[in-house]
T-cell receptor, first 113, second 115 residues
């Protein structure tokens, strides 16, 4: 089940903060966050596990609300290098799904100097 | 350096032609995945595999085929049955470690266009 990401696009000035949300209608085992620059491969940021929170980068953190089946990615004091499209990937079960993820449609983040 | 290599970077297909996209990884990862990316659509799963000689259909497998004869290789064939193949194709892999939730690592992608 494809998760829903919001907002679709964000425009920021350098140093401003942003929040990107990801929600699913299914119970989630984990949420994965990736950033993709135009024409490049998605780069892994962090995994949020059921029952825990994992911080992957210093100024980028995330939370995972299992009951609401939602995750949020927090970007603080944004830098020009944060520009790109952010995707959440959700894993619905721990069992026999071979670790497959369902990806949202992405949130395009643009940081201006 | 370890990584995932996709080739070619750009590929053009004529009507009615099959084309094969290559994906090779030297990370010793067990699981491999193929995604299709269209503007505004996110990443949609085509096929995935956890072990040699075994693979499963994803959400949009029609018009595509794969093979997994070696652990490090997972080629994708776009057949003539795929009527709208123009897209950016991404290959990914991840290690499978019992009890551990591992991220997927992506190749640089192949951009396929119709002539």
């Amino acid at each position: 089940q494809q998760p829903v990401q919001s907002p679709q696009a964000v425009i920021l000035r350098e140093g401003e903060d942003a929040v990107i949300n990801c929600s699913s209608s299914k119970a989630l085992y984990s949420v994965h966050w990736y950033r993709q620059k135009h024409g490049e491969a998605p780069v892994f940021l962090m995994i949020l596990l059921k029952g825990g929170e994992q911080k992957g980068h210093e100024k980028i953190s995330a939370s995972f609300n299992e009951k609401k089946q939602q995750s949020s990615l927090y970007l603080t004091a944004s830098q020009l290098s944060y520009s790109g499209t952010y995707f959440c990937g959700t894993r619905e079960g721990r069992g026999s799904t071979l670790g497959r993820l369902y990806f949202g449609r992405g949130t395009q983040l643009t940081v201006w100097p | 350096d370890g990584g995932i290599t996709q080739s070619p970077k750009y590929l053009f297909r004529k009507e009615g032609q099959n084309v094969t996209l290559s994906c090779e990884q030297n990370l010793n990862h067990d699981a491999m995945y193929w995604y299709r990316q269209d503007p505004g659509q996110g990443l949609r799963l085509i096929y995935y595999s956890q072990i040699v000689n075994d693979f499963q259909k994803g959400d949009i497998a029609e018009g595509y085929s794969v093979s997994r004869e070696k652990k490090e290789s997972f080629p994708l064939t776009v057949t003539s049955a795929q009527k709208n193949p123009t897209a950016f194709y991404l290959c990914a892999s991840r290690p499978v470690i019992s009890g551990r939730n591992q991220p997927q690592h992506f190749g640089d992608g192949t951009r396929l266009s119709i002539l």
